[in-house]
């Protein structure tokens, strides 16, 4: 089972920075594909924020880009989330996402973290 843990969530006033991590555990993961962060406010539903794939490929929602900053360490199989300028819409609890190939399998399966809640005040 692959566990992936968010951190760096927070309260932060508005035009403020905040920076996300999410660190898998190692055992078992045989490799990891796209990587990303999704997040979802209350009532909405879940978005994809960026996402990035082992060679590097970003993709980021219109409304964050040139803004925030996904980037990935593959040798410890962790991801970031860099949020500069924040706004109060950026508010929402943020979700780690890994597309993973474990031992004993034999296709690539979506975990999820527990979820970290990013809190922007105006």
């Known amino acids: 089972q692959v566990q992936l843990v968010e951190s760096g969530g927070g309260l932060v006033q508005a035009g403020g920075s905040l920076r996300l991590s999410c660190a898998t555990s190692r055992r078992s993961i045989l490799s990891i594909n796209t990587m990303g962060w999704y997040r979802q406010a209350p009532g909405e539903q879940r978005e994809l924020v960026a996402a990035?794939?082992?060679?590097?490929?970003?993709n980021y929602a219109d409304s964050v880009k040139g803004r925030f900053t996904i980037s990935r360490d593959n040798a410890k199989n962790t991801v970031y989330l860099q949020m500069n300028s924040l706004k109060p819409e950026d508010t929402a609890v943020y979700y780690c996402n890994a597309r993973a190939l474990t031992s004993g399998t034999y296709n690539y399966a979506n975990y999820w973290g527990q979820g970290t809640q990013v809190t922007v005040s105006s």
């Open positions: 990035i794939t082992s060679g590097g490929s970003r």
